[in-house]
């Protein structure tokens, strides 16, 4: 039996478990929907879901920031009840990450799919480095950043502290701050990730805010990015020129619908199960889907181009 989209019964479950299974974790850990997505929908989901089309790199970019406009939408709701978001450091970010990201996002059509494919491996791969050096030092969120071995490039923190909304401070924002804001937003405007990941960073490691806290706020920040790509996008494929907008290609939007309503459910699991994961357990987790997901990708385009 034919189901819309050409999907059959055996499809559609394999869709939609498959897709809720992969934004329950990236909302649980705060990353980009693109970490996991990207990869599934470019190498797995062809395979599994036989409705589901071949789809070059912009596509696949595409439909990631689209599926993660409703699974954000979910968790931050999520996270800002339960009280896991600080409004001043997500205007702080925002306020850079954004501009950037809107300007990536046009840019991205210019670059070769190779080259962003490899941005999008070592991004992954320097974070997860990031984060294994944080545990292996013997802490859950020390200060990495400004470790004597990064003290000439690294400015001290600021000796005023800003009390959040959640009874944490956090020192108010430098030029090293928001120059890691913009390389996120950057990130997220070529290639749909790394603002989630770097905020993640940025607040846990820097600025030594509790995970849950820093969970909900970079989601909150990453959800602002992830909106202002996508409508870049939208208004690219729409109104830009051929040559700038990818008009090459066609983004499965009717498969974005399916897997983006699955994940309204997923946005809430995932933010559910954040407020019980250990800290450590946390970081743990981050490092190895950040260094797998980032392996294979670079791996496969060494060796399979």
């Not at 478990?17 to 705060?30: D, G, H, K, R, Y």
């Not at 020129?241 to 990818?246: F, T, V």
Request: net charge neutral.
């Amino acid at each position: 039996m034919a189901l819309p989209l050409g999907f059959s019964p055996v499809g559609l479950a394999t869709f939609v478990l498959l897709t809720f299974v992969i934004c329950t974790t990236v909302n649980t850990f705060a990353m980009e929907a693109a970490v996991l997505f990207v990869p599934a929908f470019l190498f797995v989901y062809p395979e599994v879901v036989p409705a589901f089309p071949n789809v070059p790199l912009q596509a696949a970019i595409g439909l990631a920031l689209f599926v993660e406009l409703f699974g954000y939408s979910s968790s931050v709701s999520a996270y800002w009840f339960r009280g896991q978001v600080d409004l001043d450091t997500v205007k702080a970010i925002l306020a850079v990450s954004v501009p950037v990201a809107v300007l990536g996002r046009a840019m991205s059509y210019l670059a070769p799919p190779a080259l962003l494919k490899m941005l999008f491996g070592g991004m992954l791969l320097v974070l997860s480095a990031i984060l294994f050096e944080t545990h292996r030092e013997g802490s859950s969120i020390p200060d990495w950043l400004i470790h004597p071995r990064f003290a000439r490039i690294v400015p001290d923190r600021d000796d005023g502290p800003e009390r959040t909304d959640g009874g944490v401070t956090v020192a108010r924002f430098d030029w090293f701050d928001r120059t890691i804001a913009g390389i996120g937003g950057a990130m997220a405007g070529l290639v749909g990730i790394a603002i989630g990941e770097l905020s993640q960073t940025l607040l846990t490691v820097r600025k030594r805010v509790p995970i849950r806290l820093s969970t909900g706020t970079s989601a909150f920040v990453l959800h602002g990015t992830i909106v202002a790509a996508l409508t870049t996008n939208l208004v690219l494929l729409q109104y830009g020129p051929s040559w700038l907008s990818g008009h090459d290609f066609t983004v499965p939007f009717g498969f974005g619908l399916v897997a983006g309503l699955t994940c309204l459910v997923g946005g809430q699991t995932g933010a559910f199960l954040n407020s019980r994961i250990p800290e450590e357990r946390t970081l743990q987790a981050m490092t190895v889907v950040y260094s797998l997901v980032g392996s294979f990708t670079i791996l496969r385009i060494l060796f399979l181009g």
